[in-house]
């Protein structure tokens, strides 16, 4: 389709004043020979789109460059029919709003954005998506609560679901307890565990598929056209699904590693989990394991390898409550029963510390905080715990029949769970300590591996009630991957993208980085190591992009050679002129907006510095840096997220990718006679939008230091 | 006036991160969304924090993300500054009837704020929980959205003034607008309707409001945010003068019979986050946590782990029961015991943190069923007329990955209701 | 630090629960009331420690603990308690708890710890001194002749001496067992002695007299008053009682005094006083629960034996006045009754607070325990005058 591009440029807002918009009109009319081109006075008006509507129509405009604001305002403004490719000039925020008015350096800035926004128009086209026949069936791995109320509400919104659980029954955990938290108001009562009602629902929908005694062999393909090879009693059974909910729960804690409690030791030393099947077995009645006595004393030792750097040093979130359930199973068994409980805080929040409350209320339970020093065990079985630093004002030691160690919660991602097919390993990427939790708090569902999400204590620890939810959020993604796979959009965070990387394998030299440097593990590849895209497990992030020495990978409306073409269209002034360049290539999503917060501010920056925003810093392709150095530019800053443990990156390893790849740089630029310190990638906050001034004016000091680009003259 | 839909549609009742997050949720997977929310602007309360916990990111990070995923979804309409007057009807077919209220700014607001440079009148920002002025015209926050300038007409004098009218270049101004009735026909509906912080003056013994040096949680977020009150250097209140010693008093009103009987989940972990903050502008400032029980429940123990091998930070189980001010210079004591050495301890400190709890807010339209609340007013989801669905803090007091994962199931509920289901 | 082997007993608690302090286990150690008890001290703040130590049956703990009378059951801890825990009346329950245990025979500490004993505890005075009327023959007949009480002396003296030497023969052994506890569990130490025994005293004596820690309560500063007013309404009555048997019985004093004599004054103002002290604390312990709290039986034998004392007194006194003698005799029998009451139950009622208070305040002098804070009052902001 050929290009027709049209230029429109706004006065309003401060940019007519600022600006002489008929020079701008004579970049775009008589240098970049763009012959529709149009000025007005509130261009967001609906006189002023109407114009832009007009030309679409009579004049058959497909490309329509809007100077105006950012692109952050009055999005819907200037949309368009999706043939039609918009480009926005943020003459308003970046220029007129952060600059000295009427300026010279203003105005050149405002041409060379002008020129960078034709260029991207001329050369990008909006994206045509990548459409596949999509499964619309989830697969739930995991027959626990988590696992049966994700197939459950994935069935109930009108979606097939196959169920595997590797054990031979459904309900998992749950079915081993004697009686469950309360789950509703007031948050008193135990109830019971009630979990045969759930898995018969499961097992009686129509829409549920269950394979007990199963587990996933492979799993190959993308998301909307998952191949999943599950075994079941030998036999080898193949599904098409479009989306996973990782629900496989969690493990106790070997109490036996926590030394000096006599796990494992004594007979009467037991952990929360046989505590409910003592409870199960005993039907309510609390007898200990040494001689099936009745019990009549109890401790139960909180924190047992949870909350402790040697063993699990996050909080298993759900001990203290089931503690708490505990003791009222012993009070209930035994009224002369002493049941004590040792915490080192009690956790039950929200609306249970009622329950917290009400169990505190019974006569024969005592708590304190503490810390168990030790669990020895007398000749008749029964057994001392030593306590110190309690708030009895002294260490103590307490008789009884029998202590139940509340260990923690392992998530269970310790075994071949999913066994995809997928260059980049088996099994979802871990966080930390196990858990393949979403990094973020913002997006708790933002996954490593598209359209796999995981939920329940496999995710976090959590009790039942949370679980639940937990697991409807998981079946929420699951069914919005499909729909979105079938349209050929993108998930969180570009939700919607149409655009995908298009490879031109002509060209490729097999070196891996794209597959090896993909943070979804989107990019399998052949043995000869040829990179083979996924286009449904992409997130469109173009790390790929970034990654690629033969520029081989683009999309539709970013690439290499739309960036590479829009820095070259900066002017740079001769070495005399005394006007250096900056090329600052910033994050979309937050270091953006942090220079259109700054121009809304009117906190004025250095106006030698041109912005290009990018999807992620991890897509910025050192090609980029060559060409801008080449054109004469003095300096570049790569802008992007925070990375390190807590990074920011919502394209998980961007920035950090960037930083590398800019220090591997460095002993190019040292070979070209170039200064390393050229080039610099900085961490910047949406929020930290006061700090630009400061940090631009310290590079341009830097650059002006170094002298201008040697390359200036060439 | 009234809108219809093709069947497949859902009303959200506020637009904060929860409100927001079902919205955008269910419009991602193809319904019509209609987010109806009281303030000027989206966002809710997580828009006024400085940073979450544990990652102490901004929040306008995700929030910008969402705002970008409602700004190209057509499938999410909303409405700003309105209210739901009354929701009826039946599961699949509800009339939720909204009045919005007018902002007395139109659609072809700029946001150029040539408005703001004219108008003579100021209003206590609620945005900053009264410790700033804006005029009565004014943009709710630097990354507002929609990004629209709004009238406080309870304090605009209108037609006797006027002179933003003359002001604006682009006629965006309408003083005479009146508050519109608009009726959305939905399959159904989600309460997202948040929390408020708790009203500290009512904790008498701990003298919010009387002594200038006592504030809340909250008012110290706008403290430590960039685009709060003080460009987010902290100062304490009587003086503007810097940090040295600062205490955080926790279960201000959260866990008390007396007041907040609940415990709110977030404060611990929210004024360990705030100790960074202190921590971060001032190096060699004293930051003192009383407390009762730490709950930072999961993997948040790491953050308090953090915080608490930061040897400029104490904690101090023992519950802040009295505060004392000095009137020379405004000091603050705060006493407990230390209930581990079991010994009073008096710590004269700067200014002191009320770790105050949330309380829900309730819904006060006519509903087709009166909505279950608990006894602590949080709404109870499990027990609405079907298709009447509560997320977020209206139904617990959670953290922010918290309320968003609720909300992300919540969307998922919501859809599933359809006419006769 | 001390290892103490927890052997929760559980009907401690129950025990507490029945002497008015049934809402102990609500409490999940914040230290509130600690905090906002101005009489609890900077280095031994109470009653949070009282409060797990009742909640855990450590008895021991209670018994040996002098803060427990260092509590003047104000109520503002349990006003400001998050738990409704109400250590107030926790504190009272607990002191009602250790009299009863200190309490020599034992049994006499069951006969006074619930109403069915009631009648028994008055069937006692009320037989005896039926007995000693009838003894000498005053059942029968009104002794003739003016109105004077001297003439029961004889028996009367036999009676209160006998019960007056038991009574401090049982209070001896209580408050030396009380002592001998605190000294074994104060792990306090380091200033222990410095101030002696006398000083101590003194000291001692002197906050009871100026009620200079009661005073400081908030949340219930009408009990102080009901408190001051028949505190010394009894002291009044006390002293006045004790120059008239010193006077009858060593100097022959004429008897009964005319009105204007200064002892006399003395006399009805205290009865006065006692009156109104005890009003008040009726007052307040009906009209203003919230505030006051949930009173014990203790609590209510104690202040009705004393309001009976001032009533029964007075109207003896009016009666007399009156001249109508059989009356006036039946007055002063039930008078006597009640003051029987009050002093052979000394030790095992609500009485014994006195004594116990009074020890536990010595020890705590003696043993170099810390004052109330000075800072417990927040100063008033300072009005600056406008140059």
Redesign the interface.
């Known amino acids: 389709m050929d290009k027709k591009l049209g230029v429109y440029i706004c006065s ?3 940019i007519g004043n600022s600006l002489d918009v008929d020079k701008l009109i004579a970049v775009a009319r008589d240098e970049q020979k763009i012959p529709v081109c149009t000025k007005h006075a ?1 261009l ?2 609906a006189e002023g789109v109407g114009l832009i509507k007009k030309d679409i129509q009579e004049q058959g405009v497909n490309s329509v460059v809007v100077a105006a ?1 950012s692109p ?2 009055h ?2 403004t200037f949309s368009f029919d999706p043939s039609v490719f918009v480009e926005r000039v943020n003459l308003r925020e970046h220029v007129a709003w952060s600059h000295v008015s009427k300026d010279e350096d203003t105005q050149m800035l405002a041409d060379d954005y002008m020129r960078m926004g034709i260029t991207k128009a001329t050369k990008a086209n909006p994206p045509k998506p990548y459409v596949e026949n999509i499964a619309k069936t989830v697969l739930v791995i995991g027959g626990g609560i988590t696992g049966m109320t994700s197939a459950l ?1 994935a069935a ?2 009108g979606y097939k679901v196959v169920l595997v659980e590797k054990a031979p029954v459904l309900g998992g955990w749950m079915r081993r307890w004697y009686k469950q938290l309360p ?5 008193k009562n135990l109830q019971d565990a009630d979990i045969e009602r759930t898995i018969s629902a499961v097992k009686t929908n129509p829409d549920i598929q269950v394979f007990t005694s199963a587990e996933i062999d492979s799993i190959a393909g993308q998301p909307g056209m998952f191949d999943v090879s599950i075994r079941q009693n030998g036999k080898a059974i193949t599904q098409r699904t479009g989306s996973v909910v990782v629900a496989t729960g969690w493990k106790p804690y070997d109490a036996g590693k926590v030394e000096g409690l006599g796990f494992g030791q004594f007979p009467n030393v037991i952990n929360n989990v046989m505590m409910e099947d003592i409870a199960v077995q005993g039907k309510g009645q609390i007898r200990r394991p040494s001689d099936n006595k009745e019990v009549k004393s109890i401790v139960f030792v909180q924190c047992v390898g ?2 402790d ?1 040697n063993h699990l ?5 759900v001990c203290c409550l089931a503690s708490l359930k505990q003791a009222s199973y012993v009070r209930a068994s035994n009224p ?1 029963a ?1 049941v ?1 409980i040792v915490y080192k ?10 329950f ?2 009400d169990k ?5 339970i ?4 503490g810390d168990v020093a030790g669990v020895a065990e007398n000749p008749d079985t029964s057994l001392t715990v ?1 306590v110190k ?1 309690t ?9 009884a029949d029998m202590v139940v160690l509340a260990t923690g919660m392992v998530p269970a991602t310790d075994s071949s769970i999913l066994n995809l097919q997928y260059r980049q390993g088996k099994e979802l990427p871990l966080l ?2 196990g ?1 393949p ?1 979403s ?7 933002e996954t490593q591996r598209t359209a796999i999400y995981a939920a329940g204590c496999v995710h ?3 009790e039942s009630r ?1 679980c639940k ?5 998981a ?3 699951a ?2 991957a499909l ?2 796979e079938t349209r050929g959009a993108a998930v969180h ?1 570009r ?2 993208d149409l655009s995908y990387p298009i490879f031109f394998m002509q060209k490729c030299t097999s070196c891996k980085r794209c597959t090896e440097e993909c943070p979804f593990g989107a990019i399998d590849e052949d043995d000869k190591g040829t990179p083979k895209p996924n286009p449904n497990r992409c997130r469109r992030c173009g790390v790929c992009m970034g990654a690629c020495p033969e520029r081989i990978i683009s999309f539709e409306n970013y690439s290499v050679d739309i960036v590479s073409s829009m820095l070259k269209s900066i002017e740079v002034p001769e070495e005399d002129e005394e006007k250096p360049r900056i090329l600052v290539l910033a994050c979309e ?2 270091a953006y ?1 942090a220079f259109d ?1 700054a121009g ?2 009117r906190t004025a920056y250095n106006s030698n510095v041109r912005i290009i925003p990018v999807r992620c810093l991890g897509s910025v392709n050192i090609v980029w840096i060559a060409d801008a150095l080449s054109r004469g530019i003095d300096g570049i800053m790569l802008i992007g ?2 990375y390190g443990d ?1 990074y ?1 990156c ?1 394209f998980v390893r961007g920035s950090e990718l960037a930083n590398r790849r800019m220090e591997n740089l460095k002993e190019v630029l040292q070979r070209l006679v170039l200064e390393p310190e050229r080039v610099q990638v900085k961490e910047l ?6 700090r630009i001034p400061g940090i631009m004016d310290d590079f341009l000091a830097k650059v002006t230091e170094l002298g201008p680009n040697p390359y200036k003259s060439f | 006036m009234a809108m219809t839909n093709d069947n497949k549609s859902v009303c959200v009742i506020g637009g904060g991160i929860s409100g927001m997050t079902t919205a955008i949720e269910a419009a991602e997977i193809g319904y019509e969304v209609y987010l109806i929310e009281q303030s000027p602007s989206l966002g809710g309360r997580v828009a006024q924090l400085n940073q979450y916990f544990p990652k102490l990111c901004p929040p306008q990070c995700g929030i910008e993300i969402n705002y970008k995923r409602i700004r190209i979804n057509p499938k999410v309409r909303y409405f700003t500054l309105a209210e739901v007057e009354r929701v009826s009807g039946e599961p699949g077919n509800f009339t939720v009837t909204l009045r919005l209220n007018p902002k007395y700014v139109n659609e072809k607001c700029t946001a150029c704020n040539k408005c703001v440079e004219v108008c003579p009148v100021e209003r206590s920002s609620s945005f900053n929980y009264g410790m700033s002025q804006t005029k009565a015209i004014y943009l709710p926050h630097e990354m507002a959205f929609p990004m629209k300038y709004v009238i406080d007409g309870t304090v605009c004098q209108k037609d006797q003034c006027a002179k933003c009218v003359a002001a604006c270049p682009y006629g965006a101004i309408d003083l005479s607008m009146q508050p519109k009735k608009l009726d959305i026909n939905v399959n159904s509906v989600v309460l997202a309707t948040g929390w408020s912080p708790y009203d500290a003056a009512k904790i008498d013994n701990l003298k919010y409001g009387i002594y200038k040096n006592i504030i809340r949680n909250v008012e110290m977020e706008r403290l430590a945010a960039p685009n709060g009150p003080t460009h987010g250097k902290i100062v304490r209140p009587s003086d503007n003068k810097e940090i040295k010693k600062i205490a955080f008093v926790q279960c201000a009103g959260s866990r008390d019979e007396n007041h907040l009987a609940y415990c709110s989940s977030i404060c611990c972990l929210a004024s360990m986050k705030q100790a960074t903050y202190v921590r971060s502008q001032y190096p060699d400032a004293d930051i003192y946590i009383f407390y009762i029980d730490i709950r930072a429940t999961g993997r948040f123990e790491d953050f308090f782990t953090k915080v608490q091998a930061d040897n400029k930070i104490t904690f101090i189980k023992g519950k802040v029961a009295k505060v004392l001010e000095d009137s020379q210079t405004n000091d603050i004591t705060v006493v407990a015991e230390d209930i581990l050495s079991g010994k009073k301890i008096y710590t004269t400190v700067d200014m002191a943190v009320l770790a105050t709890g949330m309380v829900p807010n309730g819904l006060t339209a006519a509903m087709p069923s009166d909505i279950v609340y608990d006894e602590f007013g949080f709404a109870v989801s499990d027990l609405q007329t079907p298709g009447i669905y509560a997320t977020g803090c209206a139904k617990k007091p959670a953290d922010v990955a918290g309320c968003i994962q609720d909300a992300t199931g919540t969307a998922l509920r919501a859809i599933q209701t359809r006419v006769g289901v | 630090m001390a290892n103490t082997v927890i052997e929760s007993d559980l009907s401690l608690v129950r025990d507490i629960t029945k002497l008015g302090g049934g809402s102990l286990k609500k409490c999940f150690q914040c230290a509130t009331c600690s905090v906002v008890c101005n009489l609890s001290s900077d280095d031994r703040p109470f009653p949070r420690k009282e409060m797990i130590w009742a909640q855990w049956g450590l008895k021991d703990k209670l018994l040996s603990d002098p803060d427990v009378w260092r509590c003047y059951q104000c109520g503002d801890c349990s006003v400001y308690c998050p738990r409704g825990a109400k250590p107030a009346e926790v504190m009272g329950a607990i002191r009602n708890y250790s009299f009863k245990n200190y309490a020599q025979p034992k049994f006499m500490g069951t006969l006074l710890s619930s109403p069915k004993y009631l009648p028994l505890l008055f069937a006692v005075p009320v037989i005896l001194f039926l007995l000693v009327l009838n003894g000498i023959g005053a059942l029968s007949a009104v002794p003739s002749g003016p109105i004077a009480f001297t003439r029961f002396d004889n028996y009367v003296d036999v009676i209160f001496v006998t019960v007056s030497v038991l009574v401090l023969a049982a209070l001896g052994t209580g408050v030396l067992k009380f002592w001998k506890n605190m000294d074994r569990n104060n792990t306090h130490g380091e200033a222990y002695g410095t101030t002696g025994i006398f000083q101590s005293i003194l000291l001692a004596a002197e906050e009871v007299l100026t009620h200079r820690n009661f005073k400081k309560c908030e949340a219930n500063s009408i009990r102080f008053t009901g408190h001051f007013a028949a505190f010394y309404g009894f002291i009044a009555l006390f002293i006045v009682t004790s120059i008239v048997f010193i006077g009858d019985r060593v100097f022959h004093m004429v008897l009964p005094m005319g009105q204007e004599n200064p002892v006399k004054v003395l006399g009805n103002l205290g009865a006065a006083a006692l009156i109104i002290g005890c009003s008040v604390a009726v007052y307040n312990r009906t009209a203003r629960t919230q505030q006051a709290g949930e009173s014990s039986y203790y609590d209510w034998l104690f202040l009705g034996i004393l309001f009976s004392i001032g009533v029964t007194g007075l109207s003896t006194e009016l009666i007399r006045l009156a001249g109508d003698a059989p009356a006036a005799y039946w007055s002063y029998f039930i008078h006597l009754v009640f003051v029987f009451c009050l002093i052979a139950y000394f030790p095992y009622s609500k009485f014994a607070h006195l004594l116990y208070r009074f020890v536990a305040i010595v020890y705590a002098r003696y043993s170099g325990m810390s004052e109330p804070a000075q800072a417990a009052e927040p100063e008033k902001p300072e009005v600056k005058s406008v140059a």
């Open positions: 309003g807002c401060d509130t967001c008006s604001c952050r305002v999005f819907d509400e109930k919104t789950q509703n108001p007031p948050y949870s909350r750097k040093p996050y909080c298993s979130s002369d002493r004590y805080d009690m956790r039950t929040p929200g609306q249970y510390e009622n917290y409350k505190q209320a019974d006569n024969g005592f708590l304190t905080k030593s630093n708030l009895i004002g002294e260490d103590v030691s307490i008789k930390k300590y858990f939790d990094n973020f708090i913002c997006f708790p569902y976090q620890p959590a949370a939810d937990d697991a409807t959020g079946a929420m993604k069914i919005q729909e979105l965070p939700a919607g999503n937050d907006p917060i809304f501010n997220c925070k807590d920011q919502h906050a949406i929020a930290e939008y006061d």
